[in-house]
């Protein structure tokens, strides 16, 4: 072995779901948004001015820090922006955890937090959900240098009031308490007015989900201006030009037309509700869903074998082999054909069916074997 290869920073990186090279494929495994960003962005993108990219973006992404605050309702020195959400966490890792005591979040969660607490190595612990997957607040009223929760939670979908969630936050004012909303707006209340109360929290937001960009890679915090203040002397030590021109004015476009988003997210919403019965009937265990995929196992059928079955077929999912969720699917709402077409190919790995289908068209035929 080489000597160098010793200080080498070595580290078992998060895995995200597959992003296939053809364009047939029913994609249900990375809870992106079936509907297109707002139409403001594709206009603007038409009209790009190409030739400003010759010059630097603005390192205080203003123009989006202030349209993100306009629509929340909070003050500009209340918001970061950064690269998507999963570099809004990552940021506030490096900075709100660093204390010898260990950070909490569960053992079924977002499978990039102990990703990162490895890499920056922070200590950690990761209290076990409960057997119906909530978390027991009783577990994070020890002693830390921090909490992450994702509310709603990934992939258990699973939403934590935020009667519960304030427990914690008061519980805790000693330590940072980040609350990952990536997909509060398919479902929950947010805690974001506790910013107001707590400085100690940070909400984490993404427009990845709801406002369709995951492509684009925006996401953001709010909280004290205490907090936000540190995250960007933390950004500016490591990376003054986070943010592209293009995404700064892609962004605020997405978040000026409120009607486009309010109208995506219940379609997504009905679609998720109805797939979730769609499944129960078929003799699924379905999971209370704030968010926009559903968690599923069902009562005969291992969940790695329909996964397999349904992928030969050209539809994804989400399959996680670890304890405890190892018979479980995630599966993300796509467009109601989309989920049609999954309903149907499932029918079809269960019972006697054959189903025709393509992507993008509606189910051409289902038929006994
Ligand atoms: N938090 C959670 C809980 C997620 O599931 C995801 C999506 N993988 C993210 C954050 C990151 O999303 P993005 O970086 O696209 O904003």
């Known amino acids: 072995m080489s000597e160098w290869m010793k200080n080498v920073r070595k580290t078992e990186p998060y895995v995200p779901g597959e992003q296939p090279k053809t364009d047939n494929v029913i994609k249900l495994n990375t809870n992106e948004n079936p509907y297109p960003p707002a139409p403001g962005v594709r206009k603007a993108c038409a009209g790009m001015d190409t ?42 890792f490096l900075t709100f955890f660093n204390s010898d005591k260990p950070i909490l979040f569960p053992d079924i969660t977002y499978s990039f937090y102990d990703v990162w607490a490895e890499l920056f190595r922070i200590p950690y612990k990761r209290p076990a959900l409960k057997d119906d997957f909530r978390i027991d607040i009783n577990d994070y009223m020890e002693p830390n240098g921090g909490i992450v929760l994702a509310n709603p939670n990934a992939p258990t979908s699973l939403y934590e009031p935020v009667y519960n969630i304030e427990k914690i936050i008061k519980a805790n ?32 937001r993404t427009f990845s989900k709801s406002r369709s960009m995951a492509g684009v890679r925006i996401g953001f915090a709010m909280g004290s201006p205490l907090l936000i203040a540190a995250l960007k002397d933390v950004k500016a030590s490591y990376n003054s030009y986070t943010m592209n021109m293009p995404a700064i004015t892609f962004g605020v476009e997405a978040v000026k037309d409120d009607a486009y988003f ?81 309903i149907c190919a499932v029918k079809e790995i269960k019972e006697n069916y054959v189903c025709v289908f393509q992507v993008g068209v509606k189910i051409l035929s289902v038929d006994q074997k």
């Open 173 to 204: 004012s000693g330590s940072v308490v980040i609350i990952d909303e990536a997909y509060i707006d398919f479902g929950g209340e947010s805690v974001l007015p506790l910013i107001h109360k707590y400085d100690n929290l940070l909400v984490v």
């Open 262 to 342: 309010k109208n995506t997210l219940e379609k997504i919403i009905n679609t998720r509700n109805r797939t979730k019965a769609e499944l129960e009937q078929m003799g699924f265990a379905v999971l209370d869903s704030g968010a926009n995929f559903l968690f599923a196992s069902h009562e005969k059928m291992p969940a790695k074998m329909i996964f397999e079955k349904l992928r030969e077929k050209n539809i994804y999912v989400r399959y996680f082999d670890k304890p405890r969720i190892d018979n479980y699917l995630r599966i993300t709402v796509g467009t109601d054909d989309e989920m049609d077409a999954f």
């Open 51 to 92: 030739d400003r990219f010759r010059l630097y973006p603005d390192p205080d992404v203003t123009q989006l820090t202030e349209a993100i605050a306009d629509y929340y309702g909070t003050d500009t020195s209340e918001v970061f922006v950064g690269v998507g959400s999963d570099d809004v966490l990552a940021m506030s």
